[in-house]
């Protein structure tokens, strides 16, 4: 019954490898608990600078483990992630302020659910975290928007779209949002459970978040348990 589904919003950043995991897992179990996924594109360069935190990829211990950690959870999560050739360019230099207005201009353009936004954010998730391709120049964002299953016509219209104040707005909103919640990082899982905001941060609560909402976690592919470690 729709009134019963507990609402998780997903705040999300494509320049994060940490919130695609999150990302797959949630856009798997959304057909398996249930919940009323909303996905929430927002910016982690926002929240650095709000919350005063610092990427952990700059100290370089936890960068040469978080490399490893990542070879391992791609196996583990079967999501294919892969490192840029330079992490430091792609999530520092480059960053992704383009790509995350452009997603916020289709989910503002998309009705009736968020498939766009899901195609969308997982093509430039592929450039950036599998493929090591560009996201900030307008044919990358035209590639991936052509890869999701948009029309030339409408990405050209999305694209100017993202240029606009009131995208520009609703990011930052959406990132105020998170904000909200305690975000000092991504991704940010919000479960609202009985009225109440229970904020997660990471890929890797999925087992207390399941507690806390009622629902079950059977490893990363809900629809293979036997493939869970
Ligand atoms: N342990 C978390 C790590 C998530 C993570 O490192 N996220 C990065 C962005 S990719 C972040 O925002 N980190 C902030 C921090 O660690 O303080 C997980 O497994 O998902």
Partial sequence: MASSRKVLELFYDVVSPYSWL??????????????DLKLRPA??????????????????NKFLYMTKDLERLAQYFKVPLSSPSNPFEAMFEKGSLTAMRFVTAVAEKETGGDA??????????????????????P????????????????IDELLKLAQSQP????????????????????PLIVCHVDGKPEAFFGSDRF???AHCIGEKWVGPQPNKPSAKM
């Fill in 207 to 209: 087992e207390l978040l």
């Fill in 43 to 60: 910016f982690l360069g926002g929240v650095m600078q709000s919350s005063g935190n610092k990427p952990p990829g700059l100290v370089p």
């Fill in 139 to 154: 044919a990358s964002l035209i590639e991936a928007g052509l890869k999701a299953g948009l029309s030339a016509s409408e």
């Fill in 116 to 137: 766009q936004v899901e195609k969308v954010s997982r093509e430039l998730w592929m450039r950036i975290w599998s493929k090591d391709q560009d996201i900030t120049q």
């Fill in 22 to 35: 999150g990302f797959e897992v949630l856009c798997r179990y959304r057909h398996v608990w249930n919940i």
């Fill in 167 to 186: 995208i520009k707005d609703k990011l930052k909103a959406n990132t105020q949002k998170a904000m909200g919640y305690g975000a000092f990082g991504f």
